[in-house]
């Protein structure tokens, strides 16, 4: 990898021989934080062996420095090793402690050549944002940004949507594996993402349809070198383009409707999901009145197209008054309950009663902690608020974050419109997480540490010539990064004191096999039709809440929302990605909070019945302290987990 920076040789020795942190097991002593660490940011190394948390650190290290140093070099700045290597020294020490982390995917392909050879630097973004208001360019720039690790949202706002011209006729797309095909896909990101623009095109540009063929694209299971993994094969996009196809056929001389599009963006999700360790985490915002998008996900209707399960659902409302009553329906269990986005507030102020504007936000990333413009991304990091010693050690690490974060806004992107508007507004996400099981102590620093990072950033852009960011901080949901050390997730309670975690792999993960012979209870997933998905196993982890940690059961659904608030003053200048549970008969409560706070106090909230609910697999279930002892007894942890040469598809219910 060609990587400017290094770490000394003689400063990992010590670590190389520790090999596994404290922190890979959860606080009941279980082994999600293991897994989290196994199937999701331990790479294939050369030789054919797995990365350690060593192995982790060191790239993550070394790549981020490399960041650093690279643009130093470019802009002429200077740049001194020997104070580097003491930084760097420092950083690696906290992140092996897992005091911060970078965010998912930085975890996964900082200091590889994606980033550091092919300086693609939308591989590091865990937010992206897109207006669905063009016939090919929004589904096109969804689906590289989705195979790159983002997450992405989408404006199918009724007004966007009819900027689309009409679908000019039914046109036939086929697949044919020959030599003559009209179109030989290409076995790359690139030549999947032209395959949709060419279905695409047909319907809105040429009116003339086509064949294609798949030939050249690696069977399923063959690795893939770059982003890493490995290839699903073409059946996934053959199916895709299939479905696609139609729905634009079914538009035939009509325009497209906002479900048309919310249905297009979520097959394309489903296609990205298919391949090997990539999510395709989604958010589809549209109009509070739009009747259609709000019926999207009843799913006790019976004819709802299993792959609207691909994306969380909002409605923009930029006053409670907007709020449809249709809107609460979906809240009864029956259906979905979709979210809330307050534009009108995201635009206006930073953290509450800071005016902070900023008139490029359209909508949000997937968890909406990031208000991203039409075409933006976002990068994020995390501190573990829980592990931090001191307020100082809080600023001394979010200081060393912001520098590696100011950096990547300054390199490239797939599209030029990206590179643009990432660059104008210098957009970070720094995060905290573990907050519900902090004292009150370690709450009291946010506000001086926002302060401090928010005059960093003044001085830091004015003495290298870069924009002051529009926007630093954040809370995200970090359910899956917050596994490694064990604390609870983002500003979310613990679930239950004693509960099951349910985690997914892919069908031909040999991990699973490993679980099973562990003890751990194993079945084949099951979609929200009833239906068996053998594409993909569910394994349980009985688990235990970290000691001191506030349980979802006593706290109230308007409890949880003061703590939103109360986040979104003292820290987030972004926004408070939160799912609050509540239970039927609390319905009323919320409405009357937010008719009361939402306008001036709230950018995006959702919202999720804590039990009766329709997922007949949830990632979480509460279970007693005899089911969760009984449960542990059974499994034998002397059983290795380990996949030595396999990267497959692995995913946790919940955005990272």
Known sequence: MALSFRLAEDFLKEYRAKQVPWGYKD????????????????????????????????????????IQKDHCKSQRLPWNDSKAQASAKEFFERLFELKWSPPGRGLWVMGTDIVNVQKNSAALQNCAFVVCDEPIRPFTWAFEMLMLGSGVGFNIQREHVYQIPKVLKKVKVERMDV????????????????????????????GQGFTYACHLIRSKGSPIKGFGGVASGPQDLVWGIGEINNILNSRAGKRLRSIDCLDIMNIIGRIVVSGSSRRSAQIAIGDPD?????????????????????????????????????????????GEPYGLVNRKLARKVGRLGANKSDSTIEGYNPCAEIALGDGESCNLATIFLPNIDSLEQFTDISYLLYKTQKRITRMNYPYEKTTKI??????????????????????????DAYIALESLDAVYSKDNGLPVSVRLTTVQPSGTLSLLPGVTPGIH??????????????????????????????????????REDHTRFVVEFPCESPEGSVLAKDMTAVSQLEWVK??????????????????????????????????????????????????????????????????????DFSVPLHRPAFEGLVELDDCA
């Open 27 to 66: 606080a009941g002593g279980n082994s999600v934080g293991e897994i989290t660490f196994l199937r999701t940011y331990s790479r294939l190394k050369a030789d054919g062996t797995k990365e350690t948390w060593t192995d982790v650190c060191q790239r993550v290290i070394e790549g981020m420095y490399s």
């Open 566 to 635: 109360k986040m979104q003053t003292e820290w987030a200048d972004n926004a408070v990605s939160v799912t609050v549970y509540y239970r039927k008969e609390e319905l009323n409560e919320i409405k009357e909070w937010l008719s009361k706070n939402y306008d001036d106090s709230v950018k995006s909230v959702s919202f999720l019945l804590h039990t009766d609910h329709n997922f007949p697999l949830p990632p979480y279930e509460e279970c007693t302290k005899e089911m969760y002892e009984k449960t542990l007894s059974k499994i």
């Open 179 to 206: 030599n003559d095909a009209d179109f030989i896909v290409p076995d790359s990101r690139e030549g999947w993402v032209e395959l949709m623009r060419r279905v695409l095109e047909a319907s809105f540009v040429t």
């Open 493 to 530: 309670p613990a679930f239950a004191r004693y509960y099951i975690r349910r985690v997914r792999f892919g069908s031909s993960d040999p991990l699973v096999d490993a679980c099973r012979k562990r003890g751990y209870k194993v079945q084949y997933d099951v979609g929200i039709d009833g």
């Open 422 to 447: 990432v660059q104008k507004n210098a957009r970070l996400g720094q995060s905290v997480t573990g907050i519900l099981q902090c004292p009150a102590e370690k709450i009291a620093w946010l506000s």
């Open 290 to 334: 739009d009747v259609l998008f709000l019926r999207a996900k009843n799913w006790g209707s019976g004819n709802v197209p299993a792959w609207r399960a691909n994306s969380n659902n909002s409605i923009y409302a930029d006053g409670y008054d907007e709020i449809a009553s249709e809107l609460w329906k979906g809240y009864d269990g029956t």
